[in-house]
């Protein structure tokens, strides 16, 4: 038996998890592996519940279950409160610090069938393929914030910090990983202006006569985001700081159509977590037009890594695959002459096709 804890969140994160769950159950009603879910609270619903982000309950929920499925945390009705109570600073960013979830692999990928959902030209984009490694507990986001008054105003500030360990443990993981894919690792950094990014070039550099099989590239941040757009396929695998990446994959999520495609798992500890890239999008919250595919997507990338289960992981991206070419859309990735299907519909779509499959 598999214990999940499943977090909901916030915004479309209710939404989108009971159609993951979906996913898993048709994975176990075929296969008959027994998979438990515990809800518990996170983010703005921990807020409005209990009075914080992250509940101790849930978090022993999390530490105490062999993985993780999150939905997505935040949203207007808390934006304004302090630091301390935020959703995403508060709960997500500690959560993943506990697990020691260091590193989030995001796959971006097109799938045929969404050619025409991409903003940029078929030709750019047919056959895209790529591993975005994100560190996912140093940098920017956990460094020391303060304010301070000035005479005309405050100053803030916010620390880069990343250290030897840090850069290597990631790195290794993009090397590893690119090994078992195409053997090309970029490596992307602002070398020529941060000071933590010539101790990442520097540190990557070293660590590569360890991988004399992979073809290793520096790029700086802003020629890669140029690039991503310019030429997608010359990337394989790319391993990147926090900010980096959190900024990078949003980028690249176009290639595959929508954000609501995107999806993630962060490893490195015990117990993995799993979760779309997007976030809770309040814009369409409650209104059944959230892609559940991401999360879908994401359930796969739990079966796959943390429980092992590669053929049932691919049996749920190949029932997305025929969903898709069946013609089944949300609102996202809508194209002409498709079928618009809300949240739960396309949930229903997926799990159809796993149990409908031989
Ligand atoms: P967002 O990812 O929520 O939304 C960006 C845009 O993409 C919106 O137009 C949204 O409608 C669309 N979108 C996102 N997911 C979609 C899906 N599955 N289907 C269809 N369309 C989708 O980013 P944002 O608007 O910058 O942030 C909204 C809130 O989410 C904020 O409170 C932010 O802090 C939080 N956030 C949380 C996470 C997380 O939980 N991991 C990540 C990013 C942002």
């Not at 809800?39 to 849930?58: I, S």
């Not at 630091?83 to 610090?97: C, D, F, M, N, Q």
């Not at 507990?137 to 620390?159: C, M, N, S």
Request: glycine share 8%; with cysteine.
């Amino acid at each position: 038996m598999y214990k999940i804890a499943c977090l909901p969140g916030d915004g479309i994160g209710v939404e989108i998890i009971p159609q993951a769950v979906k996913a898993i159950e048709a994975i176990s009603k075929k296969y008959g592996y027994e998979f438990h879910f515990t809800e518990a609270y996170v983010g703005g619903a921990a807020l409005d519940a209990v009075g914080v982000p992250l509940p101790e309950e849930t978090l022993k929920l999390c530490k105490e279950s062999d993985a993780v499925l999150l939905g997505a945390i935040g949203g207007p009705k808390w934006d304004n409160l302090p630091v301390h109570l935020r959703p995403e600073g508060a709960s997500l960013l500690p959560l993943r610090k506990e697990l020691g979830l260091y590193a989030n692999l995001r796959p971006v990928v097109l799938y045929d069938a969404l050619l025409d959902a991409s903003t940029l030209k078929k030709e750019v984009i047919a056959g895209c393929d790529i591993m975005v490694i994100r560190e996912l507990t140093g940098g920017l986001y956990f460094g020391e914030k303060k304010r301070e008054k000035t005479e005309r105003g405050q100053i803030a500030v916010d620390t880069l910090v990343y250290s030897t360990e840090e850069i290597e443990r990631i790195a290794r993981l993009g090397f590893e990983t690119a090994r078992k894919r195409n053997k090309k690792l970029c490596s992307v950094d602002k070398a020529n202006v941060l000071e933590s990014s010539r101790l990442w070039r520097e540190t990557v550099t070293d660590l590569a006569k360890e991988y004399p099989d992979v073809e290793l590239k520096h790029m700086y941040v802003d020629n890669c985001a140029m690039q991503l757009v310019r030429w997608p396929k010359q990337f394989d695998v790319i391993v990147t700081e926090n900010t980096f990446g959190d900024i990078l994959t949003d980028q690249a999520s176009m290639i595959s159509g929508s954000l609501g495609m995107l999806a993630s798992a962060s490893i490195g500890g015990k117990v993995a977590l799993y979760e779309p890239s997007h976030g809770s999008a309040p814009d369409i919250a409650g209104q059944k037009k959230a892609n559940p595919l991401a999360a879908i997507l994401s359930a796969a990338m739990m079966l796959r890594y943390s429980f092992n289960l590669e053929i049932e992981a691919q049996e749920i991206e190949q029932a997305v695959v025929r969903v898709l070419d069946k013609g089944y859309r949300t609102p996202d990735i809508m194209q002409k002459g498709c079928t618009l299907v809300n949240t739960e519909e396309m949930g229903d779509k997926v799990a159809d096709e796993i149990l409908r499959a031989r």
